[in-house]
């Protein structure tokens, strides 16, 4: 399984970004929960921010982004995002797209649950 972000870049604070997450390997999209986590600088262990089930039936989000993020996916296209409404400077991070196999509709919520990563992308929120 291989998991492949894209879409982050540099915004003014109250601006919109929209990142991707494109899932590839031999099972099956759809067997697992996604999530975006974010680890700023300084900090050593990435933050919870967003999370979805296999099905797309339950979402759960971190309070600090809750209303103004928001997490989908298409099984059939095999990817996952999260647009990002009214940047905050706070959001500035490393975000990072997992993925856990799982057949239930819990969603995970710290790093260690995750098999998966991508290699990041950088987003930054100017004030």
């Known amino acids: 399984v291989h998991v492949v972000e894209s879409g982050g870049g540099l915004v003014q604070a109250g601006k919109s970004l929209r990142l991707s997450c494109e899932f590839s390997g031999r099972r099956a999209f759809s067997s697992h929960a996604m999530a975006w986590f974010r680890q700023a600088q300084g900090k050593d262990r990435r933050e919870f921010v967003a999370g979805i089930s296999w099905s797309g039936g339950r979402t759960f989000y971190a309070d600090s982004v809750q209303d103004r993020f928001a997490i989908s996916r298409d099984n059939a296209k095999r990817t996952a995002w999260l647009q990002m409404n009214s940047l905050e400077p706070e959001d500035t991070a490393v975000h990072y797209c997992?993925?856990?196999?799982?057949?239930?509709?819990?969603?995970?919520?710290?790093?260690?649950?995750?098999?998966?990563w991508g290699q990041g992308t950088q987003v930054t929120v100017s004030s």
């Open positions: 997992a993925a856990d196999y799982t057949l239930n509709q819990i969603i995970p919520r710290t790093q260690e649950d995750y098999a998966y």
